[in-house]
């Protein structure tokens, strides 16, 4: 029996797929735009998108800690290095050959397509059923620091890159004319 669009799993798809969306449209946005902060309001859109996906998923700390960490320190501080670092004129009106999009735009399906097909094609182990998952703060916080353990560490070393990246940026400030 096929839910309808009204019934509680009806909303739940419609809510998914306009999460889905979200994100999707601010990749696009944070890739396809010309000026850097407009970029940076992209990235803050999708990493929203990407919350509300933990949130749908039943995981509002990890839903939290996107919005805490990615877009309350990642993208705040990209913004404060794109407002202090000196403008490079010259940079900016460089052309970009047309090759290089139609470069990524193969790169990126060649990708896609060896990823769709892995999750196809590809065996799937069960999860193991021994534990319940509860999103309890207790129980994310045992997995991240026993099972998780680099992925928690991962996310510590993409913050310095951020930060390191912002303050390579901000370095010269901005010089009097």
């Given at each position: 029996?096929?839910?309808?669009?009204?019934?509680?799993?009806?909303?739940?798809?419609?809510?998914?797929?306009?999460?889905?969306?979200?994100?999707i449209?601010?990749?696009?946005?944070a890739?396809?735009?010309?000026?850097?902060i407009?970029?940076?309001?992209?990235?803050?859109?999708?990493?929203?998108?990407?919350?509300?996906?933990?949130?749908?998923?039943?995981?509002?700390?990890?839903?939290?800690?996107?919005l805490?960490?990615?877009?309350?320190?990642?993208?705040v501080?990209?913004?404060?290095?794109?407002?202090?670092?000196?403008?490079?004129?010259?940079?900016?009106a460089?052309?970009?050959?047309?090759?290089?999009g139609?470069?990524?735009?193969?790169?990126?399906?060649?990708?896609?397509?060896?990823?769709?097909?892995?999750?196809?094609?590809g065996t799937?182990?069960?999860a193991?059923a021994?534990?319940?998952?509860?999103?309890?703060?207790?129980?994310?916080?045992?997995?991240?620091?026993?099972r998780?353990s680099?992925?928690?560490?991962?996310i510590?070393?993409?913050?310095?890159?951020?930060?390191?990246?912002s303050?390579?940026?901000?370095?010269?400030?901005?010089r009097?004319?």
């Amino acid at each position: 029996m096929n839910p309808s669009l009204f019934s509680p799993e009806g909303l739940a798809g419609i809510i998914f797929l306009i999460l889905i969306g979200v994100t999707i449209l601010g990749a696009i946005i944070a890739t396809c735009t010309k000026r850097l902060i407009r970029s940076v309001t992209g990235l803050a859109v999708c990493f929203v998108g990407v919350a509300g996906l933990y949130y749908f998923l039943n995981s509002p700390f990890v839903a939290m800690m996107e919005l805490l960490i990615y877009v309350g320190a990642v993208c705040v501080t990209i913004a404060f290095a794109i407002m202090l670092a000196e403008p490079d004129e010259a940079r900016l009106a460089r052309k970009i050959s047309g090759l290089s999009g139609g470069l990524a735009a193969i790169c990126g399906g060649a990708i896609a397509f060896a990823l769709g097909y892995a999750a196809v094609n590809g065996t799937w182990m069960a999860a193991p059923a021994a534990r319940a998952n509860d999103g309890s703060l207790k129980m994310i916080g045992e997995s991240l620091l026993t099972r998780y353990s680099m992925v928690f560490e991962l996310i510590s070393i993409v913050l310095l890159v951020a930060i390191i990246g912002s303050m390579a940026l901000a370095r010269g400030g901005r010089r009097e004319e």
